[in-house]
Nanobody, 125 residues
Framework: QVQLVESGGGLVQAGGSLRLSCAAS????????MAWFCQAPGKERSFVAA????????YYADSVKGRFTISRDNAKNTVYLQMNSLKPEDTAVYYC??????????????????WGQGTQVTVSS
């Protein structure tokens, strides 16, 4: 089992920045891919970004390319999401997830076995 705890969310004005953190504990040595998803009220959970632990390859949703950066700190078992140039439409609960079954950088929710509790990001106009 893996436990994921997100932090760093909050209220920010449009154009501002936030950095989300996802701290992993437990059976972390089998984490092939970690990803960020977001879910706005009344919407389905959507893919944001993913990173492969081995090699650090990344994959981003088109809506966040050039604005968000996913990174990892192997020593701390932590994944980050640096969010710049935030827009009101970025407002959502952001969830961290990990895939322990494949190295594929998947954008599909069903490929991720473990999820954090989420952290709220609110971007005001």
């Amino acid at each position: 089992q893996v436990q994921l705890v997100e932090s760093g969310g909050g209220l920010v004005q449009a154009g501002g920045s936030l950095r989300l953190s996802c701290a992993a504990s437990g059976r972390t040595f089998s984490n092939y891919v970690m990803a960020w998803f977001c879910q706005a009220p009344g919407k389905e959970r959507s893919f944001v970004a993913a990173i492969r632990w081995r090699g650090g390859s990344t994959y981003y949703a088109d809506s966040v390319k050039g604005r968000f950066t996913i990174s990892r700190d192997n020593a701390k078992n932590t994944v980050y999401l640096q969010m710049n140039s935030l827009k009101p439409e970025d407002t959502a609960v952001y969830y961290c997830a990990t895939d322990q079954g494949s190295w594929y950088l998947s954008a599909s929710r069903q490929d991720y076995e473990y999820w954090g509790q989420g952290t709220q990001v609110t971007v005001s106009s």
